[in-house]
């Protein structure tokens, strides 16, 4: 009898040890909170504490609807969505009061035996249901709504196979009934494949900050170099074959800017060019940020005539952008070499090629777009081959 609380309490310890290594996640709290509440609810039914049948019956049934609530509510959070403080205390004073109603007043074990699993089955499946997204999500994400929505699920044919429509004569009875002991395999089972999927969900949150914080620039919100150069790696290795494109941009006169109107502005000149370059590159494209003011945007799938187009629209939109600061500091360009992969041309050698052309672009007078001749013959060449 002892099992349910004993895995929800070594459930609970774990996730206050993971709240502990990364304390920004209050869900986790919410969780171990749910499962020491939980724990709680079985041990005062296991040894009867508070005495007597009804006001343990209450007791333990605001426990249990409590841990409940928590559970649902840590869950949803991971998600930045809620129930409400207000409608769990709602929820909790309406079960509760039902629980002694048909104790006190209307006495059936039966009565009380399907409010709390099919409350406790509503709860969790409305909750699942505000996660529904989670299917379009990583495969951690999909693991635990299907498994939330199991866990929920479950609730309802289970009492109604086990507990049909007959009560259980005495507390003997009922503790070596059906209905008991498939709720503790149930619990068991489902409540450790719950709390499995929860656990992995908030570890693979965890590694994305860190992956996040390793390959993003947190100036400009864009992939620093280290992410961006995996992302072309990535890309190279998944589309050996696909015409693919380079921009690479640099800010003009940034230096100038600095001198000029200090170093914070010049912070705030990089956010806002690179936020300009994330709205108006394709869902495809990837801008990275390779260092001081040069950005870098990779074109897949983009042929050199595109290539020079989807350039000229991202100078245009820095030049045209309108932020603030931009507007504080006056005109702000940049200038942008461009030019695509040639059939055996390595990574390395096409970065080598656009940068020089970007710094034609800059010697040209500045804010403009420099392509290559290459790059237009590799486009005919590769028209011919096909």
Request: proline content about 3%.
């Amino acid at each position: 009898m002892l099992m349910v609380p004993g895995i929800l309490s070594v459930f609970g310890g774990a996730f206050v040890c993971a709240w502990l290594i990364d304390k920004k996640r209050d869900y986790l709290l919410l969780l171990a909170g749910g499962c020491g509440l939980f724990t709680c609810g079985a041990l005062s039914q296991i040894f009867g504490f508070p005495p007597g049948i009804g006001p343990n019956a209450v007791v333990s049934g605001a426990l249990y609807t409590s841990a409940v609530l928590a559970v649902a509510e840590g869950i949803l959070l991971r998600s930045r969505k809620r129930f409400g403080w207000r409608l769990d205390v709602a929820v909790v004073c309406l079960i509760t009061l039902a629980l002694a109603w048909f104790f006190y007043i209307d006495r059936s074990l039966l009565a009380r035996i399907y409010i709390q699993n099919f409350g406790y089955g509503a709860i969790l499946l409305v909750a699942a249901l505000k996660l529904r997204l989670l299917v379009r999500g990583r495969l951690v994400d999909k693991a635990l709504f299907w498994v939330l929505l199991i866990f929920a699920l479950h609730f309802f044919p289970r009492t109604l196979l086990t507990a049909g429509l007959s009560t259980p004569v005495d507390r003997v009875t009922f503790a070596n009934s059906v209905f008991w002991q498939a709720l503790q395999l149930s619990l068991a089972v489902l409540g450790v494949a719950l709390a499995f999927a929860i656990l992995a969900a908030a570890i693979a949150d965890v590694i994305d900050d860190l992956r996040r914080e390793r390959d993003f620039d947190p100036l400009t919100g864009v992939l620093n170099r280290r992410g961006f150069e995996d992302q072309v790696s990535l890309l190279l290795m998944k589309s050996p074959r696909g015409t693919t494109s380079l921009a690479l941009c640099d800010i003009d006169n940034f230096k100038s800017i600095n001198d000029t109107h200090g170093h914070d502005v010049g912070d705030n000149v990089l956010r806002e060019v690179g936020q300009l370059l994330r709205a108006s590159a394709r869902k495809r494209d990837i801008v990275g940020r390779l260092g001081g003011e040069e950005f870098a945007v990779l074109l897949p799938d983009t042929d050199a005539r595109e290539a020079h187009e989807c350039a000229e629209r991202l100078r245009m939109a820095i030049e045209h952008g309108g932020c603030a600061t931009l507007d504080a500091v006056g005109p702000v360009t940049a200038s942008f070499g461009v030019g695509s992969l040639g059939p055996k041309e390595t990574w390395q050698s096409l970065y080598k090629r656009v940068d020089s052309l970007l710094y034609q672009a800059k010697r040209a007078g500045r804010n403009q777009t420099v392509a290559d001749e290459l790059s237009h013959r590799f486009d005919r060449q590769a028209e011919v081959e096909s």
